[in-house]
């Protein structure tokens, strides 16, 4: 997957978890809880979506590498890299 | 031959759940949805734990624990069960105190809160708006030695009245006390006192009866009658359970039991290491709780002015240890009207106190008996200064002690909300001496009622699904096991 996926991947995930929330607008270097109405257990169920999904196993002490959109997809680039996006 | 309530369970599962209560339900089903093969195991011949009922003739039912949860719980059922159980959720908006000290009645957010403290008990609104925002921002790393009275002294000094606004719907909720680490009120608080009081139409009965429906939706294999007597180890790792006499082997195991009897009874002290063991010897249980249970009968009304949930009390101060005493003089009641089973005609209320288990425990089958009798006389009484005719609309009343809470759920001292504060990390430390066992249930304050629970079935669930994907055979396909 390139990073441009990843990302859709992440906003998919997103859409699912903040159905109400408008993502158009999301800014990249913006923590996503100061965008958005996330607490932690949304950060939980990201992990655990990107693990169904994808696979990808996230360590907790990697949670917050989760902060902002710009700093998930370059955490998750080398891990997803060799994934096809489903 | 007594019924076999394993009959057809597989000799191997991903994962075993042990109890069935909101914790042990909601992990169930998140594993299951995950892919893993689970098998749910209950004591008891109904899930739910202490998110329960009862049945009584006449067509009575009762709710156990169903008295307010927080907003937060939309989110959770939405998220980890089902659409149908998230909209079932609605608001109480009468919350009612009657004390010596004031009367009032709130919509219990944090905007409602604010108005009163502001016009009735004339803090200025900074303070209230400081406190708020201290108590939002409290989190599970923050400092543990500031205490919840501390934390009251520094914004409310002196200010009794306050004190007991803000603390008697928590201690009520989770048995918390002054003493406590003001982190857990902090957490507990926010979540409870921002968005309000919510309850689930159709009663507890209607939602555990939603839960089994999605749990065998997600493919869970659920066990009634299944009494977990031993949690399975070897060489440092769970090898699975043993169960109504028969062994089934499991890569992780999830107790829903006590945190305390899983340690010490469910696996064993010769399994944890000498420090691990004392850690979990010092934690502390939370105290039990008393309940009458008392119905109307069919067709009497209650007047909605009475409110959902009304915190009284007789006693001049507010403290916490006097909350637990035998010698009662503050109650919860819980008002049902009929709208709360939509289509039922009945009324009903439900009085809860906290209690301690030792104060029940030793009596003789006389005394108990009386005591309990004397439990439901004086509640009736206290009731009448609310409900003035309420022993001539009266079809049926009952009391629970600790001892009930201990018989139905097997919680040592029939603890009502889990273990204090230290029983979280305790909790948490489980998979660390033994691999892929894990404990989610009432622990720490902060992990208790049914949205602490729910959430830490969650949490728990995510990682004992990332502990199979590590250490998991890459053949097992769903379609593999079924075969
Ligand atoms: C009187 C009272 C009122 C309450 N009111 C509220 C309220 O209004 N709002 C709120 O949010 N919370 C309330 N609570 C708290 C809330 O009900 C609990 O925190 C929550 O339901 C606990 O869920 P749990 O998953 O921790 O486990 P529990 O509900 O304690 O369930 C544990 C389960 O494990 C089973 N089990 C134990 N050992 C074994 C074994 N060896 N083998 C098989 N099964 C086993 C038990 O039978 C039980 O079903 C109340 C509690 C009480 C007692």
Same mark, same amino acid.
Request: aromatic share 10%; hydrophobic share 40%.
């Given at each position: 997957?390139?990073?441009?996926?990843?990302?859709?991947?992440?906003?998919?995930?997103?859409?699912?978890?903040?159905?109400?929330?408008?993502? $158009?607008?999301?800014?990249?270097?913006?923590?996503?809880?100061?965008?958005?109405?996330?607490? $932690?257990?949304?950060?939980?169920?990201?992990?655990?979506?990107?693990?169904?999904?994808?696979?990808?196993?996230?360590?907790?002490?990697?949670?917050?590498?989760?902060?902002?959109?710009?700093?998930?997809?370059?955490?998750?680039?080398?891990?997803?890299?060799?994934?096809?996006?489903? | 031959?007594?019924?076999d309530f394993l009959q057809g369970a597989r000799d191997h599962y991903d994962c075993v759940v042990i109890g069935s209560?909101?914790?042990g339900l909601?992990a169930a089903n998140t594993l299951a949805?995950?892919g893993q093969s689970v098998l749910l195991l209950e004591q008891?011949?109904?899930l739910?734990?202490?998110?329960?009922?009862?049945?009584?003739?006449?067509?009575?039912?009762?709710?156990?624990?169903?008295?307010?949860?927080?907003?937060?719980?939309?989110?959770?059922?939405?998220?980890?069960?089902?659409?149908?159980?998230?909209?079932?959720?609605?608001?109480?908006?009468?919350?009612?105190?009657?004390?010596?000290?004031?009367?009032?009645?709130?919509?219990?957010?944090?905007?409602?809160?604010?108005?009163?403290?502001?016009? +009735?008990?004339?803090? #200025?609104?900074?303070?209230?708006?400081?406190?708020?925002?201290?108590?939002?921002?409290?989190?599970?790393?923050?400092?543990?030695?500031?205490?919840?009275? +501390?934390?009251?002294?520094?914004?409310?000094?002196?200010?009794?009245?306050?004190?007991?606004?803000?603390?008697?719907?928590?201690? %009520?909720?989770?048995?918390?006390?002054?003493?406590?680490?003001?982190?857990?009120?902090?957490?507990?608080?926010?979540?409870?006192?921002?968005?309000?009081?919510?309850?689930?139409?159709?009663?507890?009965?209607?939602?555990?009866?939603?839960?089994h429906?999605?749990l065998l939706?997600s493919g869970v294999d659920v066990r009634i009658k299944c009494d977990v007597?031993?949690i399975l180890?070897?060489?440092?790792?769970v090898t699975g359970v043993r169960v109504n006499?028969r062994e089934i082997s499991a890569r992780s195991v999830v107790s829903n039991?006590?945190?305390?009897?899983?340690?010490?009874?469910?696996?064993?002290?010769?399994?944890?290491?000498?420090?691990?063991? +004392?850690?979990?010897?010092?934690?502390?249980?939370?105290?039990?709780?008393?309940?009458?249970?008392?119905?109307?009968?069919?067709?009497?009304?209650?007047?909605?002015?009475?409110?959902?949930?009304?915190?009284?009390?007789?006693?001049?101060?507010?403290?916490?240890?006097?909350?637990?005493?035998?010698?009662?003089?503050?109650?919860?009641?819980?008002?049902?009207?009929?709208?709360?089973? #939509?289509?039922?005609?009945?009324?009903?209320?439900?009085?809860?106190?906290?209690?301690?288990?030792?104060?029940?425990?030793?009596?003789?089958?006389?005394? %108990?008996?009386?005591?309990? +009798?004397?439990?439901?006389?004086?509640?009736?009484?206290?009731?009448?200064? %609310?409900?003035?005719?309420?022993?001539?609309?009266?079809?049926?009343?009952?009391?629970?002690?600790?001892?009930?809470?201990?018989?139905?759920?097997?919680?040592?001292?029939?603890?009502?909300?889990?273990?204090?504060?230290?029983?979280?990390?305790?909790?948490?430390?489980?998979?660390?001496?033994?691999?892929g066992?894990y404990?989610?249930?009432?622990?720490?304050?902060?992990?208790?009622?049914?949205?602490?629970?729910?959430?830490?079935?969650?949490?728990?669930a995510?990682?004992v699904?990332?502990?199979l994907?590590?250490?998991?055979?890459?053949?097992?396909?769903p379609?593999?096991t079924v075969?």
């Amino acid at each position: 997957m390139t990073p441009a996926e990843i990302k859709e991947v992440i906003l998919d995930i997103l859409e699912d978890i903040a159905p109400d929330e408008d993502l $158009s607008g999301l800014k990249e270097d913006v923590p996503l809880r100061e965008q958005l109405e996330l607490d $932690s257990m949304d950060f939980l169920d990201i992990v655990m979506e990107l693990r169904k999904r994808y696979r990808v196993q996230i360590p907790e002490d990697d949670y917050v590498e989760l902060s902002t959109m710009q700093s998930t997809v370059k955490y998750l680039a080398p891990l997803m890299k060799d994934l096809q996006k489903a | 031959m007594p019924k076999d309530f394993l009959q057809g369970a597989r000799d191997h599962y991903d994962c075993v759940v042990i109890g069935s209560g909101l914790a042990g339900l909601t992990a169930a089903n998140t594993l299951a949805r995950s892919g893993q093969s689970v098998l749910l195991l209950e004591q008891h011949y109904k899930l739910g734990g202490m998110a329960t009922w009862f049945k009584r003739p006449g067509g009575h039912i009762f709710d156990i624990s169903l008295h307010g949860f927080p907003f937060g719980m939309v989110k959770s059922c939405r998220r980890y069960w089902t659409r149908e159980i998230a909209d079932s959720i609605v608001q109480l908006k009468n919350i009612r105190f009657d004390n010596p000290m004031f009367s009032l009645t709130t919509t219990f957010n944090r905007d409602d809160f604010t108005r009163l403290l502001v016009e +009735q008990f004339a803090i #200025p609104a900074a303070t209230v708006r400081a406190f708020f925002d201290t108590a939002r921002g409290m989190n599970f790393f923050d400092d543990q030695s500031t205490t919840v009275g +501390q934390l009251f002294e520094r914004f409310f000094p002196g200010r009794q009245d306050v004190i007991r606004l803000l603390m008697e719907p928590i201690t %009520y909720a989770n048995g918390s006390t002054l003493e406590d680490p003001a982190i857990s009120y902090g957490i507990v608080f926010s979540n409870f006192m921002s968005k309000g009081v919510f309850t689930f139409e159709g009663g507890t009965d209607r939602l555990i009866k939603l839960m089994h429906a999605e749990l065998l939706r997600s493919g869970v294999d659920v066990r009634i009658k299944c009494d977990v007597e031993k949690i399975l180890v070897r060489e440092g790792r769970v090898t699975g359970v043993r169960v109504n006499g028969r062994e089934i082997s499991a890569r992780s195991v999830v107790s829903n039991s006590n945190v305390k009897t899983t340690i010490f009874h469910l696996v064993g002290k010769e399994h944890f290491d000498r420090t691990f063991c +004392q850690d979990a010897e010092a934690v502390r249980l939370n105290n039990s709780s008393c309940q009458v249970y008392m119905a109307l009968k069919p067709g009497e009304e209650l007047d909605e002015g009475l409110g959902d949930l009304l915190f009284s009390s007789t006693a001049p101060l507010f403290r916490t240890d006097l909350l637990l005493s035998r010698n009662v003089t503050s109650r919860t009641f819980s008002f049902y009207y009929p709208r709360t089973r #939509p289509g039922s005609n009945r009324s009903l209320i439900v009085s809860s106190t906290n209690a301690r288990y030792q104060d029940w425990a030793d009596l003789s089958a006389e005394e %108990y008996e009386a005591s309990k +009798q004397d439990l439901v006389e004086t509640t009736l009484d206290a009731l009448a200064k %609310y409900v003035p005719d309420i022993r001539a609309k009266l079809d049926h009343a009952e009391a629970s002690t600790p001892l009930t809470f201990r018989h139905y759920t097997k919680h040592m001292e029939g603890a009502s909300f889990g273990t204090k504060f230290e029983g979280l990390a305790v909790s948490r430390a489980i998979p660390q001496q033994i691999g892929g066992l894990y404990h989610a249930g009432s622990v720490g304050i902060i992990m208790s009622g049914w949205l602490g629970a729910m959430n830490y079935g969650v949490i728990v669930a995510n990682d004992v699904d990332s502990w199979l994907m590590k250490t998991g055979s890459p053949q097992t396909s769903p379609t593999a096991t079924v075969l």
